[in-house]
């Protein structure tokens, strides 16, 4: 049987150094299950019982993780089952106060990710060090998962950073790269990776840390009951009752910071989580979290060249995709019609690179490798010996078109060409590639890119099996998270989220303000009110997206006359100041868009429109998954979650469904005037569910 921790004693300066190192057998990431907690028992019962050894150093033999943390899925499983839960929260409690207890001194060496149980474990030790790799990021995620840090870190990590500051941390759930993490005082020291071990020695020559003295431990407790008191309120209107886990780890980490010992604090962290982990928000945050594994694992075992990549079109998406590529080490030429246009692009690669410098996200030298790795090139430039070129020019589908066209005579044959579109159609650009004849995709990247996880990944018909499973490598390859959805207008998360869009719309233009509408959103739970998004976005740019999807579901898809009225005055959004919102001067509603609605007649409710723009969005995605556009719920709960923010806490709209009950969905539909697709009417009549496990 493989290990599960590597023992390996060193002799330094006449002392014996005893490394673990984590390595869980068959698993890209070391987790705490249960073989782990084992094993890590008996290593400890050997350093408490071996007088030789004086200090201990942790490591991770994998290549880009530290500790993951705990085992999730077990975790999952103990909300049916309380004694396990409370088994598994005072074993991993146990082994991590034996580390904190041990006489001799002790070091987390961190590379890679050292979140949740794997920082908690590190909260233990005397000393963190960790390396300056863009892998490396550190912290306690729990409460996005809708429980709280339960192995000592809701209890730790205040007395080790102060009150306030751990609050933040844990309440936020939040995972920083190791420089910031160093700022921050989560670690003692940052270094290249190869100085990582000389580091953790040098720390060990240090001896045990010492402990805060009485004073500080009553400053502790005093700014504790301080800072809970001041970030409560805030609390409770920004989570609007939604996110349980955030408002009860304030409560654990202000009580746990007001005491002496530690035990009564780690008690009352087992009892927040095995309170927390029974809740339905608790359960649909665990749900995404599952989506986004299994995400992760469709490119399993796909294979492919992704060392170089061209980009064709240095606009805002252009610019953005190449920056994405050449962050995760893949070699880009950008080309775009003229010199000038190029050297725009460039520009804007440069401030976003500038950017990610300031949020710690790289290292100057990280930035300076990326841009490197961009080659900006005139339109005469051919992609040759190239795997992957992605077409990003303007969403004009005869534009696109001749665009294909040169590059089916350019790339190699064995070239993948994607095309970054959101909703136009990917088939006809796929007919004019006859030499790369099912080797046509497309790659839909979120703006902005940097920040937007999800892909959809479009697949028309005549796609090869080979070429979607390079396509879905290269999503995997540079960090991103795909959704497979088939060539249909819209695909999948335009498709659903422009019905709620449009039922916004109507909403305003019937006589609701836009603070109305986009409040009753906020209180479901959106992150940004559907009005206020369309600013974002762009009106012009919503209209044109509405115009191609009305075109292909005129029954259902009919755009409010307002919105053209708003685009034709130039009240456009955020890029013009004015769009439904006045972004510049006195902000607000915008007087310009309430006058071209001229009168108005019987004006909606607000729980009305409420009710009808969740139905529209969660009948949407009933008719993809009934037409196939996706495979399975799961995907369409992934893809309006990570697209378009769509409330984890309720794990995404048919998940919803299942919990307000499809039969209900279609009595409240039909009551609102609203035709539901045949799917939910039917599954409404057999009683059936989208997933077994929401009853």
Known sequence: MKKMILRNDRVEGGKTIRFLTFDKPDSAANTFDAATLEALEAELEAVETDPAVHAVIFTSAKEHIFIAGADLGLLAKGGSSPEMLETYLRKGQELFNRIAGLTVPTVAAIHGACVGGGYELALACDWRVATDDSHT???????????????????????????????????????????????????????????????????????????????????????????????????????????????????????????????????RERAAVAELISLPESRNLFHVYLLTERARKLARGAEGRTEAAAVIGAGVMGAGIAQWLSAKGVRVLLRDVDAERVGAGMGRIRKLYEEAVRRHALTRQQAREGLDLISPAGFAARPARIPLIIEAATEQLALKRQIFEALDAEADEGALLATNTSALPVGELAQVARRHVGRVVGFHFFNPVHRMPLVELVIPEGTTPEARAEALHWVQ?????????????????????????????????????????????????????????????????????????????????????????????????????????????????????????????????????????????????????????????????????????FPPFRGGPLRHADALGVARVVEEMLALNLKPCSRLCEMAAKGDRFYEDTE
Not at 141 to 157: D, F, H, M, Q, V
Not at 207 to 220: D, E, V
Not at 239 to 255: F, N, Q
């Open 137 to 267: 990021r550190i912290g306690l995620p729990e409460t996005k998962l809708g429980i709280l840090p339960a192995w000592g870190g809701s209890t730790r990590l205040p007395r080790l950073v102060g009150v306030p500051r751990a609050l933040d941390l844990i309440l936020g759930g939040k995972t920083p790269p190791a420089r910031r993490a160093l700022r921050l005082g989560l670690v003692d020291e940052v270094v290249p990776r190869e100085w990582l071990e000389r580091a953790a020695l040098r720390r060990v020559s240090q001896g045990k840390r010492r402990q805060p003295g009485a004073i500080k431990r009553l400053f502790t407790r005093a700014v504790g009951a301080a800072a809970a008191r001041q970030a409560r309120p805030g609390l409770e209107k920004k989570t609007r009752g939604h996110y349980p886990a955030v408002l009860k780890a304030l409560e654990v980490v202000a009580h746990g910071a007001d005491e002496r010992e530690v035990y009564p604090s780690l008690q």
């Open 477 to 645: 390859r540079i960090g991103k998270l795909p959704v497979v959805v088939a060539d249909r207008p819209g695909f999948l998360v335009n498709r659903v989220l422009l019905p709620y869009l449009l039922e916004a719309a109507r909403a305003f233009a019937e006589g609701l303000s836009a603070t109305e509408v986009d409040e009753a959103m906020l209180a479901f739970g959106m992150p940004m009110g559907p009005l206020r998004l369309a600013d974002e976005v762009g009106l012009d740019v919503a209209l044109h997206v509405a115009q191609t999807l009305a075109a292909a579901y005129p029954e259902r898809m009919q755009i409010p006359p307002l919105l053209p009225k708003l685009v034709e005055a130039g009240l456009l959004g955020r890029k013009v100041g004015r769009g439904f919102y006045l972004h510049t001067g006195a902000k607000g509603p915008n007087p310009e868009a309430e006058a071209l609605r001229g009168e108005v007649g019987t004006v909606p409710t607000v729980g009305g429109t409420r009710s009808r723009m969740v139905f529209r969005m969660l009948d949407e995605a009933a008719r993809c998954l009934e037409e196939g556009v996706v495979e399975a719920p799961e995907d369409v709960d992934f893809g309006m979650v990570m697209g378009t923010g």
